[in-house]
C-alpha cells in the first residue's frame, strides 16, 4: 500500500496537484477500496435476490421454466432444480412434439421439456418442428410428421433421439413400434417432399385410383416387441442427460428407507469423514491410475436429488469393480470427504439393489429407548422377531436413561420382511429401525 501511495502522490507532483489534496484523494480511494466495493455489490446482490425470491414465490412455473432454460447442458443443475420443482408440486413432463417449444415452457402448472435440449436435434429442427405444427396443426403419425417436416432437419439419428426421449409418445403407438419404422417413415417423408418438388401430384393415376389409393399417414409400421422399462429410462437418460418418465430407483423406494439411505441432495451438510449409506445409479466413470500405477475409478452417482463424484481407490475398486456398472442401482457404504471440487463419497462397499432386495443378508439394526420401554413390551419385541427367523444379523444399540449407549447383537438372525420391519416400528418407533448392508 505504501509503494502504490508514493506512486500515486508522484504522479499528482507531475500534474502540479498540491501533495494535502494528493493524499486526502489517496485516502478515500484507500477507504472505499476497504468497504465501499462491497457495499456496492452487497446493495445489488440484494435487489437480485429480492426479484429472483418474488418470482418464485408469485410465478413459480414461469421461474423454473427460465432457471432451467438457463442451466440447459448443466445436469447437475438441472437434475436439482427439477427436484427441487417437484417438491413444490411443478412437474417436468417428458417432450412432446405437440407441445414443446424450444426450450422448456410452462404447461399449466408443470414444465414441458424443450425439444432443441434434446440430443442430436438442436435448434434448428426443433424450429423446423414447430413451425410445422404450426401450419398443419397436431401430427397424426410418424409418416405425416416425417412429411410435414423439410427432410434436411430429419435423419435417422434424429427420429432415435425424439423417440428415445418419449418426444413422439403423443402419435399413438410404442417407442419400440415407432423406432421400427424408422427407415419407412424416412423414406415415405423424402419421396413426399421430392413429389412436391417436382410438381408431382399423380398426372396419370384415374380418378377411381386417387380415390382408393391408401393414405400416407394410414401405413401402418412394423410389429415390434415393447421396450422393458430399464429400456425405455435407459432411452431417455441417453438423450436427455437424466431419467424423466421415472427413475430405476423407483421400485426400490420402499427398500431405501430400511436401508436407511441418504438422498444425495442432502449429502452438502454433511461433517467430512461422516460414514453415509446412499443409492443411484452410476452414469460416467473415469478410470484413474495412482502414483504406483494402481488402477481405481471416480463414478458419477445419480439419484432424483442430485449428483455426486463416487471414489473407488485400488483396494476397494479391485474387489467392486464387477459390480459398479454404469444403469445398474447401487447401494454404497462410504464416507464424505469435502474437496476442493465439492462433497464426494469415498466407497468401502457396493452392492447391486436387486441383489439386497432378494437376499436377506445384512444388518438390521434396532435403536432401542430402555427408559421408555418395559418388561413386557422388550418381551414381545423379542417374539416378533423369534417368529421372524433368518439370515438377517440384528444389532441393538441401546439407550439407557441416562443417554449412554451400548450395542448389543443378537444370537440369530431374523428375515426383514415389510411385515416384521412394521411391528418392530409400532414398538421402537418409525425412525428405529434400519437395514444395512
Known amino acids: 500500500m505504501a509503494a502504490q501511495r508514493e506512486k500515486f502522490l508522484a504522479g499528482c507532483r507531475a500534474r502540479k496537484v498540491p501533495l494535502k489534496k494528493a493524499a486526502r484523494i489517496f485516502d478515500l480511494m484507500a477507504e472505499f477500496a476497504g468497504y465501499g466495493f462491497n457495499k456496492s455489490h452487497s446493495c445489488a446482490y440484494a435487489l ?47 417432450p412432446d412434439v405437440h407441445e414443446s417449444g424450444l426450450y422448456f415452457t410452462p404447461v399449466g402448472d408443470d414444465i414441458r421439456f424443450g425439444l432443441s435440449a434434446i440430443k442430436n436435434v438442436g435448434e434448428n429442427t426443433a424450429r423446423a418442428i414447430c413451425e410445422a405444427r404450426g401450419l398443419a396443426g397436431d401430427f397424426h403419425s410418424m409418416i405425416g410428421f416425417c412429411e410435414a417436416i423439410e427432410p434436411k432437419f430429419l435423419n435417422r439419428r434424429v427420429l432415435e433421439s425424439l423417440i428415445k426421449a418419449g418426444a413422439l409418445d403423443c402419435l399413438g403407438a410404442s417407442r419400440a413400434r415407432l423406432f421400427a419404422g424408422i427407415d419407412q417413415s424416412l423414406a415415405h417423408g423424402q419421396k413426399k417432399s421430392y413429389e412436391k418438388s417436382v410438381g408431382q401430384h399423380g398426372l396419370f393415376l384415374s380418378k377411381t385410383a386417387l380415390i382408393h389409393a391408401e393414405p400416407w399417414e394410414q401405413v401402418a409400421l412394423p410389429e415390434a416387441e415393447d421396450w422393458t422399462e430399464d429400456q425405455q429410462l435407459a432411452g431417455e437418460y441417453a438423450t436427455l442427460g437424466f431419467y424423466i418418465s ?46 504406483k500405477g494402481a488402477r481405481w475409478a471416480i463414478y458419477t452417482l445419480q439419484d432424483r436429488t442430485g449428483v455426486v463424484d463416487l471414489l473407488v481407490f485400488p483396494e476397494a475398486f479391485a474387489r467392486l469393480e464387477p459390480i459398479l456398472r454404469a444403469g ?7 464416507r464424505i470427504t469435502i474437496e476442493e471440487v465439492g462433497t464426494r463419497v469415498v466407497a468401502s462397499d457396493v ?22 420401554m418395559d418388561t413386557a413390551t ?35 438372525g431374523v428375515r426383514p420382511d415389510p411385515e416384521l420391519l412394521q411391528q418392530v416400528r409400532d414398538i421402537c418407533g418409525l425412525d428405529a429401525v434400519a437395514i444395512l448392508p
Open 378 to 412: 422388550l418381551d414381545e419385541l423379542q417374539r416378533i422377531l423369534a417368529s421372524r427367523p433368518g439370515r438377517c444379523k440384528v444389532a441393538f444399540e441401546l439407550v439407557n436413561p441416562d443417554g449412554t449407549m451400548a450395542t448389543l447383537e443378537a444370537e440369530s
Open 246 to 291: 421415472g427413475n430405476p430407483l423407483d421400485k426400490y423406494s420402499g427398500r431405501l428407507n430400511d436401508f436407511g439411505t441418504l438422498e444425495l441432495g442432502a449429502l452438502e451438510g454433511k461433517r467430512n469423514s461422516e460414514d453415509v449409506v446412499v443409492a443411484g445409479i452410476i452414469v460416467q466413470s473415469r478410470p484413474m491410475r495412482s502414483r
Open 351 to 372: 452392492r447391486p439393489l436387486e441383489e439386497m432386495s432378494q437376499s436377506a443378508s445384512g444388518m438390521m439394526r434396532v435403536r432401542v429407548d430402555l427408559g421408555a
Open 328 to 334: 445398474v442401482a447401487l447401494l454404497v457404504k462410504g
Open 48 to 94: 437480485l435476490a429480492y426479484q429472483t425470491a418474488y418470482l418464485k414465490t408469485h410465478f413459480p412455473v414461469e421461474f423454473f421454466a427460465a432457471l432451467l432454460t438457463s442451466e440447459t447442458g448443466n445436469t447437475d443443475k438441472v437434475v436439482k432444480y427439477i427436484n427441487e420443482g417437484r417438491g413444490m408440486g411443478i412437474r417436468v413432463l417428458p
